[in-house]
Nanobody, 121 residues
Framework: QVQLVESGGGFVQPGGSLRLSCVASGSIFSVNTMGWYRQAPGKERELVASISSHHIINYGDSVRGRFTISRDNARNTIYLQMNSLKPEDTAAYYC???????????????WGQGTQVTVSS
């Protein structure tokens, strides 16, 4: 079994910071692209940031310049440093990974359970 375990969500005031982590573990040969998505109530899930195994990075327009994604390939872990948080950043944040399993199976897409980020005064 392969799983993504997220941590670091919580409650913060506007202008504050949070750091999310996501670890991929299990029967993994290698992990391709990993990323963070978010979904607020009544809205569609949207890309926050993604990073490839070669550290090619994409950011959603609404977070560019405030959020920073990074990656530790040796630990199959990504981090999302979120600064200057705004109330509109409030959402459930989901980790996503594309990985090659150990059993020579196809490239597989996996989602984490999500972690809540709430920005409010």
């Amino acid at each position: 079994q392969v799983q993504l375990v997220e941590s670091g969500g919580g409650f913060v005031q506007p202008g504050g910071s949070l750091r999310l982590s996501c670890v991929a573990s299990g029967s993994i040969f290698s992990v391709n692209t990993m990323g963070w998505y978010r979904q607020a109530p009544g809205k569609e899930r949207e890309l926050v940031a993604s990073i490839s195994s070669h550290h090619i990075i994409n950011y959603g327009d609404s977070v560019r310049g405030r959020f920073t994604i990074s990656r530790d390939n040796a630990r199959n872990t990504i981090y999302l440093q979120m600064n200057s948080l705004k109330p509109e950043d409030t959402a459930a944040y989901y980790c996503n990974a594309d990985y090659w399993p150990l059993d020579d199976g196809p490239l597989t897409d996996l989602w984490g359970q999500g972690t809540q980020v709430t920005v409010s005064s």
